[in-house]
């Protein structure tokens, strides 16, 4: 692919991105109660989320009513099997401009056994979606479970300290809430694969993959524990810009010239800074002006392919920062249990590395694989078309989530 029909896809996927609907993670929150026979159920969501359920359920009123008309649809509560009744509900309410909350409530015949949750909600119309839930049950410990399109039941135990978890037990469910969270997780899934396109050699991925491992460690604790609390929105645009840094420069530096790169992406960056300035964004100046400045001086500083390989380790520990907050949103919406907030962040955080390490390690066997078969000649065209999938997507979220485009 040569440079003029390189540019003409590059701006084509730029340009088009505009037109299409800006990527959210499809994700939702819930608190549930248990008190004897009477189950309590707080449910958070964007309204952006809520916008998409008339497909499903027709239209209501307003988002309130949408939303609840979907969750008493899709949610059901069942002890022993036996369905529980969903009782008076309070009125949804908007709590910020983005956000919606509802409350569902249960009454249930028994308060002795087996209690399952089963939740449908969102998936119909996001089978990305994930559902992140709390349980207290009585007097016990707060549980986290997660539900995908793949996983829409849940169980638990009334029975009195049944429920009480060790040290242990809350450090195995946090590694399981991270190594599923990492694996639904697209946009960081797609940053590792682009680190991919740069070298597959194992000595270099392993300090790719240690630099990046450090980076979100450190960040992934600050945000979790509430030192610092940076705008959800800005970190998730900012993760879009390192999978579009990362695939454009595992393909235009493919050529071993400097001045497609660091002109592309200076112009590219420019670009966006003065519509920001015009129609406003959530990125602010400061962040705009400092995003141009790191890309001009990490492009002047690679000059070819190889070049990218030998810094990819420092690379990736400073985009690792960024992505540590993105993986902190979830703790930070979930919270983390008083007595034991070391052993659940360092369980979340080994969960997102064995996640990390599995999607790598797979990527790998399946490189190798192609290597030995008789599709090793098509391998240039492969990665090509590969990088320009991560471009488009990359400058998708990038764009789309920066400037919250409808």
């Known amino acids: 692919m040569n440079k003029i029909k390189l540019s003409f896809v590059f701006l084509v996927l730029i340009f088009s991105s505009f037109n299409l609907n800006a990527h959210q993670i499809s994700q939702s929150f819930s608190n549930w109660t248990v008190e004897n026979e009477n189950i309590m159920a707080v449910f958070s969501v964007t309204s952006r989320q809520v916008t998409l359920l008339p497909v499903l359920d027709g239209y209501s009123d307003n988002l309130s009513e949408q939303l609840t008309k979907h969750l008493k649809k899709n949610i059901k509560v069942f002890i022993n099997e036996k369905e529980c009744d969903l009782a008076k509900d309070i009125p949804t309410k908007i709590t910020d401009e983005s956000s919606l909350k509802s409350l569902l409530n249960f009454k249930c015949s028994e308060n002795t056994g087996i209690m399952r949750i089963e ?16 349980i ?3 007097e016990n410990d707060w549980q986290e479970t997660i539900f995908t399109s793949t996983q829409k039941d849940a169980s638990f135990s ?74 959800t929105e800005a970190i998730e645009a900012l993760i879009g810009f390192t999978i579009l840094l990362v695939a454009s420069e595992s393909l235009i ?42 890309t001009f001086s990490y492009s002047m500083l690679v000059q070819t392919k190889s070049d990218a390989e030998y810094y990819n380790p420092g690379l990736t520990l400073i985009f690792g920062l960024i992505h540590g907050f993105g993986f902190a949103s979830v703790l930070i919406d979930l919270g983390l249990p008083k007595d034991k907030t070391v052993t659940a962040l360092l369980g979340f955080n080994l969960g997102v590395e064995f996640g990390q390490i599995l999607v790598v390690l797979l990527a790998i066997v399946i490189l190798y694989m192609l290597g030995k078969s008789s599709l090793i000649k098509y391998k240039d065209y492969l990665f090509n078309f590969t990088a320009i999938i991560l471009i488009a997507l990359g400058t998708f979220w990038f764009i789309g989530r920066a400037f919250s485009l409808q």
């Open 119 to 134: 939740n449908n909600s969102f998936f119909s119309v996001s089978a990305g979606h994930i559902h992140f839930a709390r």
């Open 136 to 138: 207290r049950i009585g």
């Open 158 to 231: 009334l029975s009195s300290g049944k429920n009480q978890r060790s040290a242990l037990q809350i450090f195995f469910d946090y590694i399981k809430l991270g190594f599923e969270h990492i694996l639904s997780g697209y946009d960081h899934l797609a940053f590792l694969l682009a680190l991919l396109l740069i070298t597959i050699r194992l000595k270099k991925v392993l300090l790719t993959v240690t630099g990046f491992t450090l980076g979100h460690s450190i960040t992934l604790a600050l945000a979790a524990l509430g030192l610092i609390q940076p705008s």
């Open 253 to 294: 530096l493919d050529d071993k010239s400097q001045n497609s790169f660091t002109i592309g992406s200076f112009s590219f960056l420019l670009i966006l800074f003065i519509l920001s300035i015009l129609f406003g964004g959530i990125i602010s100046p400061l962040t705009w002006l400092g995003l141009i400045i790191f």
